[in-house]
């Protein structure tokens, strides 16, 4: 089946570790995202890739990083200097090329600090 | 700059009404629009957009939004709301002609369908 997983479906960290998400899709999609979700707020987009070794900062990317070495693949890691990183974390790909084309979502990684 | 408001956070509609979740947007330049779905812990489905051409768009599960460009709103509705429509809906908006592929969701709208 062709879709985005997202892993681990739950993850807690400890104050002041780094901690990576995992984004993988098998939908030949050139572009991948990351969004923040927490209640009230909607999402927030954290970093986007349009294409393989190059990703852009989205709207609140500070205390987060990513790489993007291979289509496939759009790691997130939530660094210790991520002051609230407690949310629910969505990764995001579409077709390149097709701007009018919907994203298709992840099933989302819930991260709790503890 | 690119903003999507979703001016309700929640609906309440009793199952056979027809619902109605509103959105408007702003974009510098002409818009994509979407409809997405979310349900518990899970990650958002796709249910409609709007490119071009008729205004009136369908999509999935009898969903239904309507693109007013002189209103800059796109409101999302169906004509008989079922208790399984209970759910977490975003508006989300792209820039046409400019914004690369940046895409700006709303805060959501929870929708609850009473039996």
């Known amino acids: 089946d062709g879709g985005i997983t997202q892993s681990p479906k739950y993850l807690f960290r400890k104050e002041g570790q780094n901690v990576t998400l995992s984004c993988e899709q098998n939908?030949?999609?050139?572009?991948m995202y990351w969004y923040r979700q927490d209640p009230g707020q909607g999402l927030r987009l954290i970093y986007y890739s349009q294409i393989v070794n190059d990703f852009q900062k989205g709207d609140i990317a500070e205390g987060y990083s990513v790489s993007r070495e291979k289509k496939e693949s759009f790691p997130l890691t939530v660094t210790s200097a991520q002051k609230n990183p407690t949310a629910f974390y969505l990764c995001a790909s579409s077709p390149m090329g097709q701007k009018n084309t919907e994203a298709f979502f992840g099933q989302g990684t819930r991260l709790t600090v503890v | 700059a690119q903003s999507v408001a979703q001016p309700e956070d929640q609906v309440n509609v009793a199952e056979g009404n027809p619902l109605t979740v509103k959105c408007t947007y702003s974009v510098s330049g002409n818009p994509y629009l979407f409809w997405y779905v979310q349900y518990p812990n899970r990650g958002l489905q796709f249910l409609l957009k709007y490119i071009t051409g008729d205004n009136l768009v369908k999509g999935s599960y009898g969903f239904e939004a309507e693109f007013n460009k002189s209103q800059t709103s796109f409101h999302l509705k169906k004509p008989s709301a079922l208790v399984s429509d209970s759910a977490l809906y975003f508006c989300?908006?792209?820039?046409?002609?400019?914004?690369?592929?940046?895409?700006?969701f709303g805060a959501g709208t929870r929708l609850f369908v009473k039996a």
């Open positions: 989300a908006v792209r820039d046409r002609d400019t914004g690369g592929f940046k895409t700006i």
């Open positions: 939908l030949n999609h050139d572009a």
